[in-house]
């Protein structure tokens, strides 16, 4: 069988809750400025903001081809949710992506594989790409060891999203060892690519695209060491400077 051709390459960039409302517009005006560089031909590049910033961001990043994303959806359009944000109305915002089961969001919100998967689910039945984060919690000292139980840890939390997601949809899993966001470092290279190549597995016979980023203190200088078994970056510190997610586009565009 000849080798499966990789997906197109993605790089992307979570706000979390680090800005207020001028950082963040400011920050996106400065994505656009990024846009127009030969990158767009190799890569697709997104920014998500938070609920508030999201469809002026939408609006100033409209005449690029960056994509803007949401850091959560709730599974049903419509109803009596109060606080919760519905993925019709993100699709109708601007958003073309949606982050869903964060680990920020699974450990200090309790969300649970079931919830992110009807989540997916809901959010490509609204047309956006679910951005599904993946990860193990702990970090084995062996590193043999490691892998193995980062695969048993993940593996349940890729089935139960891909079972609730069309066939045909296109799904983004962006895996993010838990102990690796946040830290000084990202992950070791080897630890990253050994179970990345293996969860990429758990989605070989589907028809949709899917593809498969890295994310956890990753920023210029990490995509290299990686590139064997994912298609791009997911960032969050690193890249609130510009200039480094400028380094980073390049990086993985291969400019
Ligand atoms: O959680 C992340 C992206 O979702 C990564 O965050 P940091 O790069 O700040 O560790």
Known sequence: MPPLSRPRRIVGVSLKM???????????????????DAWNARLDLF????????????RILEPSSVWVGAQDTFWEDKGAYTGEVSPLVLRQAGARIVEIGHAERRATFGE?????????GAAARNGLIPLVCIGERTHHSVASAAVGAAIQECKPQVTSVLAAVPDDAE????????????????????HVVNVTKELRKLAAGRAGVTRVLYGGSAGPGTFAKIAEGVDGLFLGRFAHDIHNL?????????A
Do not use: C, N
């Open 47 to 58: 920014v998500i903001p938070d609920f508030v910033t999201l469809m002026e961001s939408a």
């Open 171 to 190: 799904v983004i899993l962006a895996y993010e060892p838990v102990w690796a966001i946040g830290a000084a470092e990202p992950a070791d290279a080897d």
């Open 246 to 254: 400028k380094k980073v586009i390049q990086e993985v565009g291969g």
């Open 18 to 36: 680090y800005f207020d409302v001028q950082s963040t517009l400011s920050y996106v005006r400065g994505v656009l400025q990024l846009d127009g």
């Open 112 to 120: 649970t594989d079931e919830w992110v998967a009807k989540k997916a």
